[in-house]
């Protein structure tokens, strides 16, 4: 059997019998590893002291990697969502598999000779190719696992994307420290041998999603469930758009912006959970403790991104899409001014305050697939879902740049602690408020945008063939 053969949508449809639980833990295994992207924090310190040591715009440019990834992340799955649907899950995930390991891999041959840039290639252009591809194909195949339950199924999986940061980072930290890659002066070859264990470890682990994985055959419903007689919610459609005439719609861009500033308002944060936790609390920790609080905020931050994800998520199937995200938009500008006024003061109020918002974060990604499965139907989802991931991709690009450039100047201009943060705090909520003003703007798409020939949730004859 030929290599192609082996990856052909056709030799993964499920047998009689399967167990429809048996993908969530296909999904979780590239889920879990591409979600290291979240604990890159723990890496820029370390590449500060030592590549980028002296430059006045560290702090940008160790974000780099990381932004890049996000970018790509966004631009693959816009690319690759039409074949991520047409040529199957088995392809897309070892596709995203070799990429995503393999930018480990450069990176550690970037750090190793001194060039910085082969680690802005490697980890953010390569592995941020397997990011896109290795997130959106897990999520388009549960939605169809599971149609009577989509926000649960892919707060699942998504769930393991944000709860990857829970394993790398005391696993990278840990591995750091062993190496001699953290403290004032870190060893560049100790950040090499990171990065290239991590690529190892990474291929061996996601290789069991795309050994696992199966769709399910032509016609197969959940048993007990008929789509005929299911509770149809507010924006909720049985009909079906195309990815071509979604992106004509406003309900797409509209959700574009929902998405985007959802993302930036937590990304930032999440970016420099690492510095930022240090910068607020350097003058109330002792020196000794301060790195490890750090990384245990990193770690913290990553549970509630995590379990935000499937808890959110699945209150979606209960109260509808458009009440969810004017929970996480509407309460989340109210969590940033709330940090904005108490600073430092008090711990124990940031810690709640960044752990909400994070969850909200995490919970934007988790319900925003089952939010285009009610608007657009299940016919291109995956490939619709890869296009609006280009809202991540800007966001990517917004959050990190807007936290790190304004905290870097200030840093210049003599400002400390929390005043490195309230301008862009400030930013943060204003762009809450437009997104929850854009969701509220969300209606029905209008059905000359359907798919035409279709009963009632049917897919079109082309597709279904």
Same mark, same amino acid.
């Given at each position: 059997?030929?290599?192609?053969?082996?990856?052909?949508?056709?030799?993964?449809?499920?047998?009689?019998?399967?167990?429809?639980?048996?993908?969530?833990?296909?999904?979780?295994?590239?889920?879990?590893?591409?979600?290291?992207?979240?604990?890159?924090?723990?890496?820029?310190?370390?590449?500060?002291?030592?590549?980028?040591?002296?430059?006045?715009?560290?702090?940008?440019?160790?974000?780099?990697?990381?932004?890049?990834?996000?970018?790509?992340?966004?631009?693959?799955?816009?690319?690759?969502?039409?074949?991520?649907?047409?040529?199957?899950?088995?392809?897309?995930?070892?596709?995203?598999?070799?990429?995503?390991?393999?930018?480990?891999?450069?990176?550690?041959?970037?750090?190793?000779?001194?060039?910085?840039?082969?680690?802005?290639?490697?980890?953010?252009?390569?592995?941020?190719?397997?990011?896109?591809?290795?997130?959106?194909?897990?999520?388009?195949?549960?939605?169809?696992?599971?149609?009577?339950?989509?926000?649960? %199924?892919?707060?699942? $999986? !998504?769930?393991?994307?944000?709860?990857?940061?829970?394993?790398?980072?005391?696993? /990278? +930290? @840990?591995? &750091?420290?062993?190496?001699?890659?953290?403290?004032?002066?870190?060893?560049?070859?100790?950040?090499?041998?990171?990065?290239?264990?991590?690529?190892?470890?990474?291929?061996?682990?996601?290789?069991?999603?795309?050994?696992?994985?199966?769709?399910?055959?032509?016609?197969?419903?959940?048993?007990?469930?008929?789509?005929?007689?299911?509770?149809?919610?507010?924006?909720?459609?049985?009909?079906?758009?195309?990815?071509?005439?979604?992106?004509?719609?406003?309900?797409?861009?509209?959700?574009?912006?929902?998405?985007?500033?959802?993302?930036?308002?937590?990304?930032?944060?999440?970016?420099?959970?690492?510095?930022?936790?240090?910068?607020?609390?350097?003058?109330?920790?002792?020196?000794?403790?301060?790195?490890?609080?750090? %990384?245990?905020?990193? $770690? !913290?931050?990553?549970?509630?991104?995590?379990?935000?994800?499937?808890?959110?998520? /699945? +209150? @979606?199937? &209960?109260?509808?899409?458009?009440?969810?995200?004017?929970?996480?938009?509407?309460?989340?500008?109210?969590?940033?001014?709330?940090?904005?006024?108490?600073?430092?003061?008090?711990?124990?109020?940031?810690?709640?305050?960044?752990?909400?918002?994070?969850?909200?974060?995490?919970?934007?990604?988790?319900?925003?697939?089952?939010?285009?499965?009610?608007?657009?139907?299940?016919?291109?989802?995956?490939?619709?879902?890869?296009?609006?991931?280009?809202?991540?991709?800007?966001?990517?690009?917004?959050?990190?740049?807007?936290?790190?450039?304004?905290?870097?100047?200030?840093?210049?201009?003599?400002?400390?602690?929390?005043?490195?943060?309230?301008?862009?705090?400030?930013?943060?909520?204003?762009?809450?408020?437009?997104?929850?003003?854009?969701?509220?703007? !969300?209606?029905?798409?209008?059905?000359?945008?359907?798919?035409?020939?279709?009963?009632?949730?049917?897919?079109?004859?082309?597709?279904?063939?």
């Amino acid at each position: 059997m030929s290599v192609a053969g082996f990856l052909d949508r056709s030799r993964i449809v499920a047998p009689e019998g399967w167990s429809r639980w048996l993908i969530p833990p296909a999904a979780l295994s590239i889920h879990l590893a591409i979600g290291q992207a979240y604990a890159w924090s723990v890496f820029k310190l370390p590449l500060g002291g030592s590549l980028l040591k002296g430059n006045e715009y560290a702090g940008t440019l160790s974000a780099m990697p990381f932004t890049l990834g996000i970018v790509m992340l966004g631009v693959s799955a816009a690319l690759f969502g039409t074949a991520v649907d047409h040529r199957g899950p088995r392809w897309a995930m070892l596709v995203a598999t070799a990429c995503f390991s393999s930018g480990f891999l450069i990176s550690a041959l970037g750090v190793a000779v001194g060039q910085y840039w082969l680690v802005i290639f490697g980890y953010g252009f390569v592995g941020g190719i397997g990011l896109g591809i290795g997130y959106i194909s897990p999520v388009s195949t549960l939605i169809k696992w599971f149609p009577d339950r989509p926000g649960m %199924a892919t707060g699942i $999986a !998504i769930m393991g994307f944000g709860g990857g940061a829970l394993i790398a980072s005391p696993w /990278s +930290t @840990s591995m &750091l420290a062993a190496f001699g890659a953290s403290g004032a002066n870190p060893r560049a070859s100790g950040i090499a041998w990171t990065f290239l264990i991590h690529g190892i470890v990474y291929a061996v682990f996601m290789s069991m999603g795309w050994l696992l994985v199966r769709v399910p055959r032509e016609g197969w419903q959940p048993a007990g469930w008929d789509p005929a007689t299911a509770h149809k919610r507010p924006l909720e459609s049985k009909a079906n758009v195309s990815a071509r005439n979604a992106i004509k719609t406003p309900q797409f861009w509209l959700l574009w912006v929902v998405l985007c500033f959802n993302v930036t308002a937590g990304i930032g944060i999440l970016e420099r959970a690492s510095p930022l936790y240090q910068d607020f609390f350097r003058s109330s920790t002792p020196a000794q403790v301060l790195t490890a609080a750090a %990384a245990g905020f990193v $770690a !913290i931050l990553s549970l509630a991104n995590m379990l935000g994800r499937f808890v959110w998520s /699945s +209150t @979606s199937d &209960l109260i509808g899409r458009k009440n969810a995200y004017r929970m996480y938009l509407g309460v989340g500008a109210i969590l940033y001014l709330v940090l904005e006024l108490v600073g430092n003061a008090s711990k124990a109020v940031f810690l709640i305050c960044a752990l909400l918002i994070l969850s909200f974060y995490g919970a934007g990604f988790a319900t925003v697939p089952a939010y285009l499965r009610d608007l657009f139907g299940t016919y291109e989802v995956g490939a619709i879902h890869g296009r609006l991931l280009t809202a991540w991709s800007a966001a990517g690009v917004f959050g990190p740049v807007i936290v790190n450039f304004i905290a870097d100047r200030r840093l210049a201009a003599g400002y400390s602690g929390p005043s490195l943060y309230s301008l862009a705090f400030q930013i943060m909520i204003g762009l809450l408020v437009i997104g929850f003003v854009c969701n509220e703007l !969300i209606k029905p798409v209008n059905p000359r945008f359907h798919e035409p020939g279709e009963g009632a949730g049917a897919l079109p004859a082309e597709r279904a063939a």
